[in-house]
């Protein structure tokens, strides 16, 4: 069985750094071809897709986040940690993590974490 | 690339709701869809276009073409009420991409 789990801070300040980690179970980030992603929904509001990392170290940032953002991994902790700088309250919202699945032509996330709710607020 | 979504869909109970995702050209590409439940995180409810993930029903089913994707669910029920997005992925630049959300009511 697949799982993951994200932890973290429930309230930073304007202007600090968040850090979150993103533990999982049921697959190993060493294999080839697996990948974890983080997506944020602020409340009330739409998906957004953050960052992806690869087994092989490869990173993807979303571009309007890019400057920001700091995605890394630890397999022997099974364990992928996302950094974002300069917190605001427009990043309020819960944080997800999730295993990127992939097929022919394709990406998805399946299956995802319960998320945490990230406030930002002096 | 950029996924547009109607953000409201109402169908009766036992209807058939259609929830549309366009994009420039989408029908090139593969169309994922997820459903939301307040307090819950997303499920993938059809992937790549119009295959279905274990313990999914038959009713939920998708469609893509030209510019547009479609998923419906068939003899809707109370419990399908939710928010559904759809997301495909950018292959020119490796990213993923989430459309803004569409809310199903059940009447």
């Known amino acids: 069985q697949i799982t993951l789990k994200e932890s973290g801070p429930t309230l930073v300040k304007p202007t600090q750094t968040l850090t979150l980690t993103c533990t999982f179970s049921?697959?190993?980030?060493?294999?080839?071809?697996?990948?974890v992603g983080w997506i944020r929904q602020p409340p009330g509001k739409a998906l957004e897709w953050v960052a992806l990392?690869?087994?092989?170290?490869?990173?993807r940032y979303s571009p309007s986040l890019k400057s920001r953002l700091t995605i890394t991994k630890d397999p022997s902790k099974n364990q992928v940690v996302l950094t974002m700088t300069n917190m605001d309250p427009v990043d309020t919202g819960t944080y997800y993590c999730?295993?990127?699945?992939?097929?022919?032509?394709?990406?998805?996330?399946?299956?995802w974490g319960q998320g945490t709710l990230v406030t930002v607020s002096s | 690339y950029v996924l547009t979504q109607p953000p409201s869909v109402s169908v009766a109970p036992g209807q058939t709701a259609r929830i549309t995702c366009g994009g420039n050209?989408?029908?090139?590409?593969?169309v994922h869809w997820y459903q939301q439940k307040p307090g819950q995180a997303p499920v993938v409810v059809v992937y790549?276009?119009?295959d279905r993930p274990s313990g999914i029903p038959e009713r939920f089913s998708g469609s893509n073409s030209g510019n547009a994707a479609t998923l419906t669910i068939s003899r809707v029920e109370a419990g399908d009420e939710a928010d559904y997005y759809c997301?495909?992925?950018?292959?020119?630049?490796?990213?993923?991409?989430f459309g803004g959300g569409t809310k199903l009511t059940v009447l």
């Open positions: 999730a295993l990127d699945q992939a097929t022919p032509g394709s990406y998805w996330f399946h299956p």
């Open positions: 049921g697959f190993s980030l060493s294999t080839s071809g697996v990948g």
């Open positions: 990392i690869y087994w092989n170290e490869d990173k």
């Open positions: 050209n989408i029908g090139s590409k593969s």
């Open positions: 790549d276009d119009s």
């Open positions: 997301q495909v992925w950018d292959s020119s630049s490796d990213h993923r991409v």
